[in-house]
């Protein structure tokens, strides 16, 4: 049984792009996280999302969009990067009649040059 | 939110046991502290959690204080493997729960 993963492993970006990251989350699995973590720093949390609607976000710009899929795969979105945008980019996937036991992927390192 | 206070580091000789507290002194009483830990250049893994009661399972055992103020991670045996940062996070358990806020945590260093 694969566990979550995520592509790209790595990604470079300039000022200004637009990027996807896309995360596919453990078998059995319907709801999916985005977490960004900062060099040095915990992950901080953007937004969840099942039955394919964002259901809680956290005190991210609306530059971070994100999707689900029927599969329950994800996808999140940042418009306009910036500096700042520069992270690991993490995605965790849990099922929601077991609280909040989630399985997060490798994650996704950015960088905005 | 609650607020969690965790030291910034600490270290564990390997075979010893591995005790790593947390202060959750504003805990919600339908809140459990879950326990994560993060080693490095990989994303979070899960450990346990738990509400009132201590848990144990393969990994490590979790005690919580009677009050719920604070709760101590024990790994029994730590090994080199053991080395990461350790997080506290008290959250709820309801199917609409999903947001994990992630503090410092406590870097634990495995020496050999």
């Known amino acids: 049984d694969a566990g979550v993963t995520q592509s790209p492993t790595h990604l470079i970006k300039t000022r200004g792009q637009q990027v996807t990251l896309r995360c596919s989350p453990k078998s059995g699995h319907d709801t999916v996280s985005w977490y960004q973590q900062a060099l040095g720093q915990g992950p901080q949390f953007i937004f969840q999302?099942?039955?394919?609607?964002?259901?809680q976000r956290g005190n991210f710009p609306d530059r971070f969009s994100g999707h689900q899929f029927p599969n329950y795969s994800s996808e999140l979105n940042v418009n306009a990067l910036l500096l700042g945008d520069s992270a690991l980019y993490l995605c965790?996937?849990?099922?929601?009649?077991?609280?909040?036991?989630?399985?997060f992927g490798p994650g996704t390192r950015l960088t905005v040059l | 939110d609650a607020k969690t206070t965790q030291p910034p580091s600490m270290d564990c000789a390997e075979g010893r046991a591995a005790n790593l507290p947390c202060n959750h002194s504003?805990?919600?009483?339908?809140?459990?502290v879950y326990w994560y830990r993060q080693i490095h250049s990989q994303g979070p893994q899960y450990i346990i959690h738990g509400l009132k009661n201590n848990e144990t399972n393969e990994m490590a055992s979790l005690i919580i204080t009677e009050d719920r103020k604070s709760s101590t991670l024990i790994l029994p045996h730590a090994t080199l493997r053991d080395t990461a940062v350790y997080y506290c996070i008290p959250s709820g358990f309801s199917s609409n729960t999903g947001k994990l806020i992630f503090g410092q945590g406590t870097t634990l260093q495995v020496k050999p």
């Open positions: 965790a996937s849990r099922s929601r009649d077991r609280g909040n036991e989630q399985f």
């Open positions: 999302y099942y039955e394919e609607e964002e259901r």
């Open positions: 504003t805990i919600s009483g339908n809140e459990y």
